[in-house]
């Protein structure tokens, strides 16, 4: 069985074959042309993707040494993300699916960020945790079995990316924060410049990281061009410790309160080296399992559309024809048939 998966909700425009469970190709192309803008334009996103899509569909075919007429069926993400977007995606995928005479599955993106791991675990065993972690999202979800996840820690205001991107551009440093901050962290002592750690007494398990980029601001406001080089390096390891020793904190008691220790850690912040030697300490203490995907399948990638594709078509789902792109899609809210 091939499955084709399109991914076009923001400014990555990618597509991915997956072949009896296992990914055989994934192509993707980034949008740089958003940063002349200092962030993704719509109508450009949506325009690009337009250019783009049958380009880097017929490459995935290629990579994949498959035709049009092995594809079996196609998987693509129809929100959350961007409506024009998203409508691009969408109808090619329907514009296929007709043409072809097969099944489409609309999916989630957040869904397909769930399945990062199991393409390279693919004896990950259900029900396992999953920490997403990207720019926009930072929420624990139990996967519990296809189109059946339970979320039991979410943010209340900044995702932890968005934490990483906000602190670096408090020190100057460049965008997407994340890297950047790692990078400097490098050279620095995470113990130097000690940040509380942020906790919602009424809700435990949540995040709420809009409070560390005043926290870093008050540590760097009084410090001239001299004291902040010096000590720049000091701050971002202790800045990145705060929100890494974050994440972690709501991991362990998420695994304490569902009894699952198989974690998958996916989304963009799930590069972290740190994070992941942290992780590592982490799995050894509390008898864990985790599974971080490889750096490609951390960010936005059709390889994980295409994988939570076929978990649902296993499943039995497919989707309506008449699906139209949602922005606000929840994970909850998969329309199927
Ligand atoms: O999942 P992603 O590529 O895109 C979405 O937001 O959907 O995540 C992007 C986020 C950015 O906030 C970026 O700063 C962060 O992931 N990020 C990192 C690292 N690489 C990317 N954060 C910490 N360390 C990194 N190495
Ligand atoms: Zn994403």
Redesign the pocket.
């Known amino acids: 069985m091939v499955i084709l998966g399109i991914e076009s909700s ?1 400014d990555e425009t990618a597509a991915a074959l997956c072949k009896n469970g296992k990914i055989i190709s994934s192509i993707f192309r980034s949008q740089e042309i958003h940063q002349q803008y200092g962030g993704v334009v719509p109508e450009i996103a949506s325009r690009e993707h337009d250019s783009n899509i049958n380009y880097i569909v017929h490459r995935a075919l290629e990579e994949g040494e498959s035709t049009f007429k092995d594809i079996h069926s196609i998987a693509v993400t129809y929100g959350p993300g961007l409506f024009g977007a998203l409508l691009v995606g969408l109808n090619y995928a329907k514009g296929l699916a007709i043409g072809l005479q097969i099944p489409f599955m609309g999916v989630n993106h957040l869904e397909g ?1 769930l399945y990062a791991s199991i393409i390279s675990y693919p004896d990950l065993q259900y029900p396992y945790i999953c920490l997403l ?5 930072t929420q624990i979800w139990e996967v519990k079995n296809a189109g059946d996840y339970i979320l039991h820690a979410t943010t209340v205001d900044d ?4 934490a ?2 906000k602190g ?1 551009r408090i020190l100057g440093l460049a965008y ?4 950047e ?2 990078k400097v962290a490098e050279n620095g002592d995470p113990f130097s410049f000690p940040f509380t750690m942020p906790y919602i007494k009424s809700h435990p398990l949540n995040f709420s990281f809009s409070g560390l980029k005043t926290a870093i601001l008050y540590k760097i406001r009084d410090m001239d061009t001299n004291e902040k080089k010096i000590n720049i390096a000091n701050i971002a390891a202790s800045y990145q410790k705060v929100i890494i020793d974050t994440l972690l904190d709501r991991l362990k008691k998420v695994i304490h309160k569902t009894g699952i220790s198989r974690v998958s850690i996916t ?3 799930a ?3 740190f ?1 992941r030697k942290k992780a590592d300490i982490f799995m050894r203490n509390y008898n864990a399992q985790i599974y971080f995907p490889p750096l490609e399948y ?3 990638n059709a390889a994980m559309i295409a994988m939570a594709g076929y978990q649902r078509l296993k499943a039995g789902y497919k989707s309506p024809l008449y699906l139209e792109p949602n922005p606000n899609l929840a994970l909850d809210d998969v329309i199927v048939t």
Do not use: K, L, Q
Request: net charge negative; hydrophobic share 30%.
């Open positions: 923001c960020h972690v990207t720019g926009g999202h995702a932890a990316g968005e990483f991107d670096a997407p924060g994340g890297p901050i790692e989304g963009g912040v590069a972290n080296r994070f951390c960010t936005d």
